[in-house]
């Protein structure tokens, strides 16, 4: 059995949640840039973790998990990003810092929340600084 995965172009996925997520994200790209942040990457991957979008304004750096919902019977945004969830963002960031950041960078994490309505028009919340990690990994 090959342990590589083949490469699928987006225009071919079939499954309507990861194309729900995509277009999520497209979503925040473009209501974060137009509030001044532009985008240092777009899911940095490390192994089977990606970070959906990472954002810098200034010498704040903002790692983003973006959820798109369709409804809140789930939960909110920031509820369903578990502890698990953000130490495994936080370690995907740890690597990105290594390589990629400055040396007065700030560091924080975020949550875009995009609520997708019937009428096509989404509903965009950014909620900066969402969570905050203690320990090892913590030090940001």
């Known amino acids: 059995m090959s342990r590589t995965r083949r490469f ?20 925040a790209i473009a209501f974060l840039t137009s509030c001044g942040w532009s985008v240092e990457a ?9 970070l959906d979008l990472i954002i810098r304004k ?4 903002a790692f983003v998990e973006v959820k ?5 019977t789930c939960g909110t945004a920031v509820e369903s990003v578990s502890r698990r ?5 936080a ?9 990629q950041g400055r040396p007065n960078d700030e560091y924080r994490f975020d949550v875009v929340a995009i609520q997708d309505t019937a009428g096509g028009r989404p509903v965009v919340e950014h909620i900066p600084d969402a ?3 203690s320990g090892p990994l913590g030090s940001f």
């Open 8 to 27: 699928i172009p987006t225009a071919e996925w079939e499954d309507q949640r990861q194309l729900l997520g995509l277009r999520g994200e497209q979503i």
């Open 42 to 50: 777009h899911r940095f991957r490390l192994g089977r973790h990606d």
């Open 58 to 61: 200034g010498s704040t750096v």
């Open 68 to 72: 798109t919902r369709r409804s809140s």
């Open 85 to 89: 969830k953000q130490r495994d963002i």
């Open 91 to 99: 370690r995907v960031a740890s690597v990105w810092i290594l390589r």
């Open 131 to 133: 969570w905050r990690l």
